[in-house]
Structures are given as structure tokens and as C-alpha cells.
């Protein structure tokens, strides 16, 4: 059977000080429980092969493909603001798969075992966490956010020890890259300035010296447009700054755009590619509200849906300060170049949620009061608990009557200005329709709907809510009738949703 790895092992020509090599642990009685078959024939695998045994012992880490050269990869992080040592304690990168169309993919497998960074932790990791990391990354992938995505997750038949005794699974996750903000961070301060540079080379030729193709959600046309300032620039790494500058901005003015609440933004959950990574403590807004946390850890609101984009600016910070040596012997002259490249987080930022805010309400062209506009909006949706995406959703269906907010005075007031903005622009009230049903999804991962379908899979080992719900949520702008049931919103709650780190 021709299975169709074709893999690559490109990190491992990096300094031994970025990974240690080890092999993942066998486990007991490995068993499928998803594949994603659509993103295996995307990669060249074949989902048939995926699905025989000695696929499946693949997936689950109990045999070594050819070619493979598993590592855990180091890095550092600042979480909740703290920096420390960390590393893949419970994940092994064994590959880069090149893919037909000539792209280079990290296959990784997650909870596959003990390795040198596991602190104490036993390397496994739980069904619950690794089905949700699952449902919320290919969620996203349909939303078009740029993210890390699933492959298939795998049944240990070995159990895992928490606070209780659960399953055990493994996840083979597929991303651009698993470098991080955290990487930088590692080499920064246990590495030479050589190694340093090794990095930032490294990350250069893996994700951007091919820009312009658009991969992944980014808009490689933009990106060209900068380039041409970049050139100017007299180091290479400050371009490179430049670049994971804007695509992180692009990136978390996606987030706000739906709702996504990340819930754990340290520097080690930040890919310098640009691609949305670890799906643990993550949830989905319902009522808006910038405050919304639902991390149960997250005790002082570091991570709220509103300080995202601060956040996210603080991260690269961090990311800037590791790269100094590399900007300019003269410190000062090399903190006033990493000071300018941070400044294109902010505008890459601006630019990516005023564009989508605008699609999201209808408006093509631009004029100054818009940002205005929509903020009142988003204000009186906080005032009244409306809900962030069923909202946005009656205004794609052109029923606005089908809002909380319908009936409120300042709402009816700025409907009439929503109205006269409508009213100054070309397009007809068709083109403004399908604008907003193109950008506001008919539905998310509802909390309570992940929940549920988590609860039948591991505890009654019933897998069908966990497939009813990737299949209906693989295509979120599709606003067909079985997707109404999905859009429901949960049952009055006396106690606020939480999520936990998956560990």
C-alpha cells in the first residue's frame, strides 16, 4: 500500500541546543477514533492506510516511520507573565511532510509520552482535551482562520491519572511550524548569538521567502505590498520582525472578529508563523463582552476576549527583545529599530478588524466615522448581553428584528445611521447581504455543544455527537436549515462556562 509519507526532517539540521531526540512511547491497544480525511488526501497521505493498523500504529507513536527522525523541540515562555523553561513535555515532531503541491507540514504527535521537558508530567495526554483540540482547530480552519489542524485523534487503551482516571489518546496535529514566540525566547537566553541568527534564518526560508501565495489565510498580496518597505530596511531580521509583526495582527483581529476567546496567550502559544496554536483553555464568546474570560486559571483576566490585542503586542515584545543582538551592535540603535517594526503589529491589526467589521455589517467602501459606527454598535450589544454571533448572524439574514437589542432606543437610533451608511454606498441591498453572510458565520462552537459531545465520547464512548458536530461546523457561512439547531444559545446558566489546560 502506498501510504504517502513523504517526509523531511529539516529542524534537526539546527544546533542540537534547539531539540533532544527521543522516540515516543509505545502504547497498549491503539484504536481510531477520527481522521480527517479531507486534510490527509491535502497532505498525500493515503486515509485508507491511515485507518489500517500499521497506520494506526503510526498515529499512535507505536512504530517509526522510515525517514522519521522524532525529536521534542525546546523553547521557553512567558506564561501569565512569568518567563520559565519549558519544552514539548507530552509531544514529539516526528517529520515534515511534503506535501504534493510542494508544502512543508510538521506532523506531531501529542501525548505520546515522557521526553526531557516534561517537568514531572507523565507525557500523555486525556481524550477530553485532545476531541476538543480537534473540533475548535478544524472550526477554525472552516472559519478561515489561520491555525494548526487535527489529523487524527487515537484511543491508547491505556488510562491517564488527573484528578480522575480517563482515557488516554494521542493527537496528530499538522502545522506550518511549531517555532515559536518561546523559541526565540530559549535560544535568546541559554544560546549563542550564531544559534540565535541560525534560528531567524531558519524561520525566514520555512515561512516567508515565498510570500505571495497567500497560504493558510494570509494575504500574501499585502504582504508584497510591505516587502517593498521592508527592502529598505539594512537587516534582514528586522524585516523579519516586520512580517510575524503583521501576520499576528491579521491574526487576532480574526480572533475578535468571531468571538474567540484564546485563554492562554503566553509567548510559548505563539506561532511566529502566524497559525492559531493550542486549543486548551479556549472557548467562544456568547453574550459580548470584552471582559469574557474562561480559562478556570486565568483568575485576574490576563487573557480576556478585550486585552487579546494588547496582549498579543505584548508577546512580540518579548519576541523583539530576544532578536536584539541581531538588529545592530548599538543597543539603543537596535531597540529603536525593534520599537518601528512593533509598530506594524498595531497598524496590521487596525487595518484587519476595521476591514472586517466592515464586511461584517455590510459596508464596502470607507469613511472615517465607521470604526465609531461599529463600536457603538458592539457597545449597545455589551449593554443588553447580545449574543456576538447570532447578532451579527440576523443581520446577514436581514432581520435585525430578530436581535435582543431590537426595540431599544439607542439601538433603533443607530439603525437609522447603519441605514444612511448603507444608503452611501454603490452596492445594492443583495451585495450588502451577501458581504455579511460571507464574513458573519451562521454558527460556532457553541460551549455547551463541544461539552456535550465531549461528555458521550468520553464517558459512554459515543463518537457520534463528536462527528455530528465537526460535520456541521466544516462549513460555517453555509446557513443551511441543520446548522439552526446549532446556533441555539445554552440554557440560562447560575454558574459562568470554564475550561481547563488540557494537561
Known amino acids: 500500500m502506498n501510504a504517502g509519507w513523504n517526509l523531511d526532517?529539516?529542524?534537526?539540521?539546527l544546533p542540537e541546543t534547539f531539540y533532544s531526540r527521543i522516540d515516543p512511547i509505545p502504547v497498549r491497544d491503539p484504536d481510531l477514533v477520527l481522521l480527517n480525511h479531507l486534510l490527509a488526501d491535502?497532505?498525500?497521505?493515503?486515509?485508507?492506510?491511515?485507518q489500517s493498523r500499521e497506520g494506526i500504529a503510526v498515529l499512535a507513536g507505536n512504530r517509526i516511520l522510515e525517514g522519521s527522525q522524532p525529536i521534542a523541540q525546546a523553547y521557553a515562555g512567558h506564561q501569565f507573565g512569568h518567563f520559565t523553561m519549558l519544552g514539548d513535555g507530552r509531544?514529539?515532531?516526528?517529520?515534515e511532510q511534503i506535501s504534493p503541491q510542494g508544502k512543508r507540514f510538521d506532523i506531531q504527535l501529542k501525548g505520546s509520552g515522557r521526553t526531557p521537558y516534561s517537568r514531572g508530567g507523565d507525557g500523555r495526554a486525556a481524550l477530553g482535551p485532545m476531541l476538543r483540540e480537534y473540533i475548535i482547530s478544524e472550526a477554525m480552519y472552516a472559519l478561515g482562520i489561520p491555525t494548526t489542524r487535527s489529523l487524527a485523534v487515537i484511543l491508547t487503551g491505556e488510562p491517564v491519572f488527573?484528578?480522575?482516571v480517563l482515557p488516554g489518546a494521542v493527537l496528530t496535529r499538522v502545522a506550518e511550524s511549531h517555532i515559536r514566540v518561546g523559541t526565540f525566547q530559549y535560544i535568546s537566553r541559554w544560546g549563542t548569538v550564531d544559534e540565535l541568527r541560525a534560528l531567524a534564518d531558519y524561520t525566514w526560508d520555512r515561512h516567508f521567502a515565498k510570500d505571495g501565495n497567500g497560504d493558510n489565510g494570509h494575504d500574501g498580496n499585502k504582504e508584497d505590498e510591505e516587502d517593498k518597505k521592508d527592502n529598505?530596511?539594512?537587516?534582514?531580521?528586522?524585516?523579519?520582525?516586520?512580517?510575524?509583526?503583521r501576520r499576528q495582527g491579521a491574526l487576532i483581529a480574526r480572533w475578535q472578529l468571531i468571538g474567540f476567546v484564546h485563554g492562554v496567550m503566553n509567548t510559548d502559544n505563539m506561532a511566529v508563523g502566524g497559525e492559531t496554536i493550542d486549543y486548551g483553555p479556549c472557548a467562544f464568546m456568547d453574550a459580548y463582552d470584552p471582559a469574557t474570560v474562561f480559562s478556570s486559571i486565568d483568575v485576574y483576566g490576563r487573557y480576556a476576549y478585550g486585552n487579546q490585542p494588547e496582549i498579543g503586542r505584548w508577546n512580540l515584545g518579548k519576541l523583539a527583545r530576544a532578536l536584539l543582538p541581531l538588529f545592530s551592535d548599538n543597543k539603543e540603535e537596535a531597540i529603536d529599530l525593534a520599537e518601528e517594526a512593533l509598530s506594524e503589529y498595531d497598524k496590521a491589526f487596525r487595518d484587519n478588524w476595521l476591514k472586517g467589521i466592515r464586511s461584517k455589517i455590510g459596508i464596502f467602501n470607507e469613511e472615517p466615522q465607521d470604526k465609531a459606527l461599529a463600536e457603538e454598535l458592539l457597545e449597545i450589544m455589551m449593554n443588553h448581553g447580545a449574543d456576538f454571533t447570532n447578532t451579527f448572524r440576523a443581520f446577514a439574514l436581514g432581520k435585525p428584528e430578530d436581535t435582543v437589542i431590537f426595540g431599544k432606543k439607542e439601538f433603533a437610533d443607530w439603525l437609522k445611521k447603519w441605514q444612511a451608511r448603507l444608503a452611501r454606498q454603490?452596492?445594492?441591498?443583495?451585495?450588502?447581504l451577501k458581504l455579511m453572510r460571507e464574513n458573519n458565520p451562521a454558527l460556532i462552537p457553541r460551549n455547551h455543544r463541544v461539552e456535550e459531545a465531549l461528555e458521550a465520547a468520553v464517558n459512554r464512548g459515543d463518537f457520534s455527537a463528536v462527528n455530528r458536530l465537526v460535520r456541521v461546523l466544516s462549513n460555517p457561512f453555509a446557513y443551511s436549515p441543520e446548522q439552526e439547531e446549532y446556533s441555539k444559545l445554552p440554557e440560562p446558566s447560575a454558574c459562568g462556562y470554564r475550561t481547563f489546560c488540557g494537561t
Open 162 to 164: 488527573r484528578e480522575i
Open 426 to 432: 454603490q452596492e445594492s441591498e443583495k451585495d450588502f
Open 232 to 245: 529598505k530596511e539594512g537587516s534582514p531580521y528586522i524585516r523579519l520582525l516586520r512580517k510575524i509583526c
Open 9 to 13: 526532517n529539516s529542524y534537526v539540521l
Open 42 to 50: 491535502s497532505l498525500g497521505l493515503d486515509p485508507e492506510y491511515l
Open 91 to 95: 509531544a514529539l515532531l516526528i517529520g
